[in-house]
């Protein structure tokens, strides 16, 4: 099919006259389907920036508990609370984007 049809973001552009064929009748460029994809090209956007931002806040946390190791505990809570919204983001990225 790569060779019929080919995403330009989030509009399907025709190659050949099969691709042709198939967007007549499939639709698949109509304005809710494109608004949709384009909905979740967004989401999974949004939610890799969150996941840098979270993977930054677990380094930022594991570096002060490494330079204080005697208030380690008081850091824990924070860290298992990070590492708990990446778990929840990763699963969300997974299933948005078929990546295991």
């Known amino acids: 099919m790569f060779e019929h049809l ?9 190659k050949t006259a099969a691709g042709k064929q198939a ?9 809710a389907s494109v608004e949709y994809r384009e909905f979740v090209l967004d989401l999974i956007g949004t939610l890799e920036k969150d996941r840098r931002e979270l993977v930054g806040t677990i380094r930022d946390i594991e570096r ?7 208030r380690s ?7 298992d609370s990070a ?10 990225l ?6 295991t």
């Open 6 to 14: 080919q995403y330009s973001r989030a509009v399907i552009r025709v």
């Open 73 to 79: 505990e008081e850091h824990k809570p924070e860290k």
């Open 23 to 31: 967007e007549k009748i499939l639709d698949f460029n109509d304005a």
């Open 64 to 70: 002060q508990m490494g330079l204080s190791p005697q």
């Open 83 to 92: 590492e708990e919204q990446l778990r929840r983001i990763e699963s969300h």
């Open 94 to 99: 997974s299933r948005l984007t078929g990546a």
